[in-house]
Structure formats: structure tokens, C-alpha cells
């Protein structure tokens, strides 16, 4: 191969792999972000259910977002994966940011969720898992709290 078609090769493979690289930093900020306060995490405290929808079809799973003098928390809840506790919060504008690992066949997997309200009062739901190797979006709804 000539250099110069070495050298267009070279470029291509790189903008091509720009977009995934730049995900991956943002995840990472995201997942390195300051921890949220109760006050700017007051919307989404409460008990939520996500109705998701991935590549290998729909998921059901429950979220509790709590907060207990200024720290907030939540547990993520699934009849696959069981109940995940997750410590590493922030919001990046309006959308509420949880990063956790968990281990699935012995490997480490980086996920996060994304809750993004909407202005028709709706909130939209998504789990990035593996860096984008596995998304998994749909919506959020908020339980009622019991009277």
C-alpha cells in the first residue's frame, strides 16, 4: 500500500472511531462528576419504575432514589439482576446521572442511568452498559407515594 493511501486509511479509522471515544470520555466524566445534593436530587427522590426497551427486547426494573441527611443513593431492582445499591450520583443540567459496576460472567461492566425529565412531565430513561456496547432506553414513572 502507498504511504499516501497508509496515511487516508489511517485518518478514516480515526474520525470513524472519534464519536465512540468521545462517549466514552463523557461517560466517564459523568461517572467521576460530583455527587448530587438532596435538594438538586429532590425531583427524582421517590421510587420509580423503568420500562425499558433493549436489542434483546423490553425490561422491567425498579429504582429507589433516596436521601439521608444531604447523601443521596439509590438501588436498582430486577428479577435478572437482583438489587444493585448505587452511591455515585450527579446531575448534569436537568438529568440525574447514576453510575455503578456490577460483574456479570466474571467480567467488571460499567453502567449508567440517565433520567432526563421532559416537558410534557414525562421522564425518559436510559442504561448505558459496557460503554454503549449495550443501551437500553424507554421511560420512567414515578410511583405515587401511598396515602
Same mark, same amino acid.
Request: proline share 4%; glycine share 8%.
Given at each position: 500500500? =502507498?504511504?499516501?493511501?497508509? $496515511? ?8 470513524? #472511531? +472519534? ?7 463523557? *461517560? ?5 462528576? =460530583? ?7 429532590? @425531583? ?8 425499558? !426497551?433493549?436489542?434483546?427486547? @423490553?425490561?422491567? #426494573? ?12 439509590? !438501588?436498582?431492582?430486577?428479577?435478572? #439482576?437482583?438489587?444493585?445499591? &448505587?452511591?455515585? *450520583? ?5 438529568? +440525574?446521572?447514576? =453510575? $455503578? =459496576? ?10 449508567? &442511568?440517565?433520567?432526563? @425529565?421532559? /416537558? ?6 436510559? *442504561?448505558?452498559? /459496557?460503554?454503549?456496547? $449495550? *443501551? #437500553? ?6 410511583? !405515587?407515594?401511598?396515602?
Amino acid at each position: 500500500m =502507498s504511504r499516501p493511501r497508509t $496515511y487516508f486509511v489511517a485518518l478514516v479509522v480515526a474520525l470513524l #472511531m +472519534l464519536p465512540s471515544l468521545a462517549a466514552s470520555a463523557a *461517560i466517564r466524566a459523568q461517572q467521576t462528576g =460530583s455527587q448530587v445534593s438532596a435538594t438538586d436530587a429532590a @425531583p427524582f427522590i421517590g421510587d420509580w419504575t423503568l420500562a425499558l !426497551e433493549g436489542p434483546n427486547g @423490553p425490561a422491567t #426494573m425498579g429504582l429507589a432514589v433516596k436521601a439521608e441527611q444531604e447523601k443521596v443513593s439509590a !438501588e436498582l431492582s430486577s428479577d435478572a #439482576m437482583g438489587t444493585q445499591a &448505587i452511591t455515585n *450520583i450527579a446531575k448534569a443540567d436537568k438529568v +440525574l446521572v447514576l =453510575s $455503578y =459496576s456490577f460483574t456479570y460472567d466474571g467480567n467488571n461492566v460499567d453502567a449508567v &442511568i440517565r433520567l432526563t @425529565p421532559a /416537558a410534557d412531565g414525562k421522564t425518559a430513561a436510559q *442504561i448505558d452498559f /459496557a460503554g454503549g456496547a $449495550y *443501551i #437500553m432506553t424507554g421511560t420512567a414513572t414515578k410511583k !405515587e407515594k401511598a396515602k
